[in-house]
């Protein structure tokens, strides 16, 4: 039986911010909100309205709860005997609710991407006549990242702004304005103590004070079992909606989004439409939420699955123009931090997976008959140009190409790869030398330049010559994960990682082929493959970290030392057919043992998406983001393109 409690919903406002809860209807995270905004797109969030406090106030006087907070001191409120009936997350999210008696509650919620609001809708069944549907809107106006307390003074304003209701939870951020079928009473009170379940899980801050600057009310008559709420986030300079009738804005909103949501083929594609936002004048990819913003290794991964399989071949290209502007001593950015703030170039793979993310982009061109002007492959081309000589000649981070042709990489107190996690000043996994996935990205990277210039393709050849006589494990039947590993010539590390499987598949042109290739595959399904995901280290090795834990120290030293990747099913998935043959038989085989078991996870964790991670142990419980890009689109891409026949 699904715990609703675990289980949670996402709406995208295609801008980086978003609404998110769990299914239950308690806020379990301090992400948890109805409106979070970014400020500057897709980064500077700040959560506006958290929540809302909902309840249906029956003439003797009781009260029938429909979102079950939680407090620190009083715990959980009384639900009543609520029961959740239904939910569904397509096209968006929808509740049916019962309680005792026959009163039945239908929510809804969706971001209209048209108006850039948060549109909710109530319909109400078996109440008695002059029943109240009352709401307290939760507030903070604080960065996403963070929590308030209770202060001396009650900072939300309300005004009113041609028949909206507006709040400004602080001065400095922006308003947002509420409309719809309620009559709004100024009741300002401060909500102390919400406890955050997750948040305390994780060992973080977890109690939160939330203002409340009044209650909303509609009087359920014989004739008036719908309740709508609007509620409409807005920066400096961008007004509200012009209509104040709460009804018909509503209704238009609804078809709207109804008719953009029924133009995506499945709800996996829909899923990928939450990670594609805006940057600058383009597109870039979400990484994840709810913490993550756009991040160039994740970017260039998830892109192949969330539009080249989707046929959103013009958001990609516009992805890559906007990334392609960033390139720097031949790196493009890891990450963005907030505006003004420099970019962090701390990724050795980045920017080769831009690379691929391009050849890959131009091949769906190509075959969907896709033009792409003549200024656009140029200036990809001088992107990927720029990248491979400042790889070359050497770059950050002790990045260079070494006298064997191989790329080394790698300075004490910097991860550059993506096994990135790092506790202070622990880098938990280093990898400095020359890691093994990253000579596969490099050969590609090679081969795709020389399509571009013909100078890079003996280089090519001498990486695959040095793979081949450096990197095989006799012992292991398999890859080294590193040699010359801390830039020592000779040492190595033989780790059980699933890095290996680059070599074979996950990218356009492999650097390993026949008997050895079908080795590497065998070890990874043998120690490392679980039904949705591959393990990020053997359990055979004596680092291996099967749960996540409970401490920020716990969690960042199991992430590559065990935990289960969801995204790594992808180049697992196309090595594996590829050393079969890639037949048609076999494809089949292929979605009914590893594709099938990972779609059940999609009612799992973030409703209809695919988690980050989980544990290496079984079951493999979902942990980290919930709704992680790379994992989605890496479903897609197997799919639409490695198992299609």
Known sequence: MTDWRTVEWLEADGRGGFAM?????????????????????????????????????????????????????????????????????????????????????????????????????????????????????LVSGRDYHSVQTAGPRFRCAVTNENGWTVLQPDPHLPRVGMLGTFQFEHDPVWRRGLLYEVERQRGLVHIEDLESPGILTQTLGSDTREAILILAPRTEGRRLPISNDGLSL?????????????????????????????????????????????????????????????????????????????????????R??????????????????????????????????????DSHRAQLGAAVTEILAGYSAGTRHRIRCDDDGLLAAGEPGVQLTWMDAKVNDWVVTPRIGKPVEIQALWYNALRIGSLFDRRWSAAAETVRRSFEARFWNAGRGC???????????????????????????????????????RLVVDVAEKHLVTPIGLRSLAPCEPAYRGTFGCTILERDGAYHQGMVWCWLMGP???????????????????????????????????????????????????????????SVGELLRLDRFVLAC
């Open 336 to 373: 963005f931090t907030d505006a003004g703030d420099a970019p962090e170039f701390n990724a050795v793979d980045a920017s080769l997976w831009f690379i691929v993310a391009v050849h890959d982009f131009l091949k769906a061109c190509e075959n969907a008959g896709f033009a792409v002007p």
């Open 479 to 517: 890859l080294f994960d590193v040699v010359d590993v801390d830039d020592v010539p000779g040492r190595t590390d033989g780790s059980i990682r699933p890095n290996q499987v680059f070599a074979v598949g996950g990218l356009p042109f492999p650097l390993l082929e026949g008997e050895r290739a």
């Open 572 to 630: 697992f998935v196309e090595a594996w057919v590829r050393v079969r043959g890639a037949t048609p038989g076999v494809k089949a085989e292929a979605r009914q043992r590893f594709i099938v078991p990972l779609q059940k996870h999609l009612k799992e964790a973030g409703m209809g998406h695919v988690s980050e991670v989980a544990d290496g142990d079984p079951p493999h419980t979902p942990a980290g983001c919930p709704f992680q890009a790379w």
């Open 21 to 137: 809860g769990t299914v239950h209807g308690h806020l379990s995270r301090r992400y948890h909100a109805l409106v979070l905004t970014a400020l500057t797109p897709p980064t500077g969030r700040v959560v506006l309205v958290n929540g809302l406090e909902s309840w249906i106030e029956l003439p003797d006087g009781r009260t029938l709860p429909l979102a079950p907070h939680v407090f620190a001191e009083s715990g959980e409120t009384d639900t009543c005997g609520r029961q959740i009936t239904a939910f569904q997350h397509d096209p968006w999210p929808q509740w049916t609710l019962e309680f005792p008696g026959g009163i039945t509650v239908t929510h809804e919620l969706f971001w209209s991407r048209q108006e850039d609001c948060l549109c909710l809708r109530w319909k109400i069944g078996g109440v008695p006549q002059g029943s109240q549907l009352r709401l307290r809107p």
């Open 250 to 334: 509503f209704h238009e909103c609804c078809s709207r989004e109804h008719h953009r949501r029924a133009a995506f083929p499945s709800p996996l594609d829909l899923a990928a439409d939450a990670y594609i936002v805006s940057r600058g004048h383009g597109k870039t990819i979400v990484a994840g939420y709810p913490w993550f913003t756009d991040w160039g290794r994740d970017t260039f991964i998830a892109m192949r699955g969330l539009c080249l399989a989707t046929g959103r071949l013009h958001d990609a290209q516009s992805i890559l123009l906007e990334w392609a502007k960033t390139v720097s001593r031949g790196m493009v950015p890891n």
